[in-house]
T-cell receptor, first 113, second 115 residues
Framework: AQTVTQSQPEMSVQEAETVTLSCTYD???????LFWYKQPPSRQMILVIR??????QNATENRFSVNFQKAAKSFSLKISDSQLGDAAMYFC??????????FGQGTRLTINP | EAGVVQSPRYKIIEKKQPVAFWCNPI?????LYWYLQNLGQGPELLIR????????DSQLPKDRFSAERLKGVDSTLKIQPAELGDSAVYLC?????????????FGPGTRLTVL
């Protein structure tokens, strides 16, 4: 079974600085998708960024970018110019085919003003 | 556009009582998901619907949990009887379809406390 591991339970960063959240996964598949979801204290999860495994180019969405290392099965999220509104739980997720997502344990990100 | 709606937001019950959660997905979304999120953990899929058909319920504890999506729109998840270990957040999500490029949109969840 696929597993997703987030080794950083908590991270903190100064406002306007850059932070990187780590994620590793285990799979024997070659075709899959990886996701980062954000869950603010209100609990509504929001998709931050998605990466297709067949694409070598790392996905980018404004201040959010990923470092996808397929051979190492690593998928980190970089948040540039951190803002107070970025404070949340961040979940890494793995999916293939029919949208069955497997989530990691989450990383709680705190932004220090 | 309205998001995924869930009710109630909070529910406190005594163990062995029944409880039901309701979800209304985004209009036009054919795929609906129910997830269980324990404190400090990521969500875990309980059941996935394609229209009114449950296409993946392998993680649903069928002895006490049931779900339905009768007209392929809104859905109800029921627990009967509830146990202490069922205390968690129950999340509903929906997507247009079930290909990985169809984004899953989540509702705010129902926080269940079983006493």
């Amino acid at each position: 079974a696929q597993t997703v591991t987030q080794s950083q339970p908590e991270m903190s960063v100064q406002e306007a600085e850059t932070v990187t959240l780590s994620c590793t996964y285990d799979t024997s598949e070659s075709d899959y998708y990886l996701f980062w979801y954000k869950q603010p204290p209100s609990r509504q999860m929001i998709l931050v960024i998605r990466q297709e495994a067949y694409k070598q180019q790392n996905a980018t969405e404004n201040r959010f970018s990923v470092n996808f290392q397929k051979a190492a099965k690593s998928f980190s999220l970089k948040i540039s110019d951190s803002q107070l509104g970025d404070a949340a739980m961040y979940f890494c997720a793995y999916g293939e085919g029919a949208q069955k997502l497997v989530f990691g344990q989450g990383t709680r990100l705190t932004i220090n003003p | 556009e309205a998001g995924v709606v869930q009710s109630p937001r909070y529910k406190i019950i005594e163990k062995k009582q029944p409880v039901a959660f309701w979800c209304n997905p985004i209009s036009g979304h054919n795929t609906l998901y129910w997830y269980l999120q324990n404190l400090g953990q990521g969500p875990e899929l309980l059941i996935r619907y394609e229209n009114e058909e449950a296409v993946d319920d392998s993680q649903l504890p069928k002895d006490r949990f049931s779900a339905e999506r009768l007209k392929g729109v809104d859905s109800t998840l029921k627990i009967q009887p509830a146990e202490l270990g069922d205390s968690a957040v129950y999340l509903c999500a929906s997507s247009l379809g079930s290909v990985p490029t169809d984004t899953q949109y989540f509702g705010p969840g129902t926080r269940l406390t079983v006493l």
